[in-house]
């Protein structure tokens, strides 16, 4: 049952997280969407680069790319987890939440 509450509770975050891009709280980052394009274009000079390569080496230059983002993508888990933590010390430094057992399981669930 316990192992249920987190699953819902990640659920819940994720959702809230991924979900509603649109609502008026969501953070945008302009300098961000300039640097995706930057990056596309230059994936597209990559790709013409790769075709001219043997094969092992393309292979290798795939596979090191996928790893970059698999890294990329849990170093941001990893600051948005960090964020909720964060969130949810101060808010219990403040008095606003009271700290108790269930807080504190929630945040070694995110430590993990």
Known sequence: MENEVWEKVAQFLNQLRG???SRTSS???PELIE???QAEKLMEECRVVLRS???VD???LIKWQEQAEEVSYLQ???SYLQGYVDCIYLLSGLGLL???EFVDKFIEEVKK
Do not use: H, S, Y
């Open 27 to 29: 953070v945008r980052m």
């Open 98 to 100: 009271k700290k108790d």
């Open 35 to 37: 640097k995706q394009k």
């Open 53 to 55: 390569i043997p094969e």
């Open 58 to 60: 393309r292979q290798l």
């Open 76 to 78: 941001e888990q990893k």
């Open 19 to 21: 979900e509603q891009l």
